[in-house]
């Protein structure tokens, strides 16, 4: 039988594994801290250490959760048609790139597709050559570097995106972790015991985090709480 410290938590102690019960508003270390007890092997910190940042970040990554999504407004040092401007950071994906005012009221924009918002986003590939000089109203991302090409002089930009969270301290608390312990912890053990190759406990808290993800993307994605 698994052994376990005695949380400030509740857990739930089976014959076979830890059903969690966490309080809300964990850091990052204490659900690692967590799922070390739970494995019993406190010589693989680092290896859990690694696959907690990992599985926490694809969580956040699993849909477009509306806490995750920031809203800006890009001053252009040189307002111009072609504008290029360094990735936000934590940067995963744009949702609306558009011109505005200062007061970030958003213009229409002369190409502007059928029920979109601004400029719309071209693949880098087929942005080359003539084509990228005939064609305008559209943006990129090439590398690290945000590239528009619009047909209006842009001084400011307003832009929304959905943004990573910054893991690298485990003192790092994110919504998920404050309000999801339970569910966070659970798909780190999941990768752990399949990276340890005990195919087993993966089953077993891979049933537990089933359960409570189906909890977590009602509530996320209805309210984003």
Not at 67 to 74: G, P, S
Not at 155 to 173: G, H, I, N
Request: proline residues 5%.
């Amino acid at each position: 039988m698994l052994g376990a410290r005695n949380y400030p938590e509740r857990a739930l102690v089976t014959g076979f594994f830890i059903i969690l019960i966490l309080e809300p508003m964990m850091l990052l270390r204490e659900i690692i801290a967590d799922a070390i007890d739970i494995i019993g092997r406190p010589d693989l910190q680092n290896f859990i250490t690694t696959r907690a940042r990992q599985q926490l970040k694809l969580l956040h990554a699993i849909d477009n959760w509306p806490r995750d999504k920031v809203e800006h407004i890009i001053t252009v040092q040189t307002p111009s048609t072609i504008v290029r401007s360094n990735l936000p950071a934590y940067w995963r994906k744009f949702d609306i790139i558009a011109p505005c005012d200062r007061d970030g009221n958003i213009f229409l924009v002369p190409n502007q597709e059928i029920d979109t918002i601004g400029f719309r986003e071209a693949d880098p590939r087929m942005v080359t050559g003539h084509q990228q000089k005939m064609d305008t109203d559209y943006w990129y991302v090439a590398g690290d570097v945000l590239n528009i090409r619009a047909s209006m002089t842009v001084s400011y930009l307003y832009v929304s995106y959905y943004k990573y969270p910054d893991l690298s301290s485990t003192e790092a608390v994110t919504w998920i972790t404050e309000s999801y312990p339970e569910m966070v912890t659970y798909r780190i053990l999941m990768a752990c015991y399949a990276m340890l190759g005990n195919m087993e406990q993966r089953a077993v808290y891979e049933a537990l985090y089933n359960e409570a993800f189906q909890v977590f993307v009602s509530n996320a994605g209805a309210s984003g709480v």
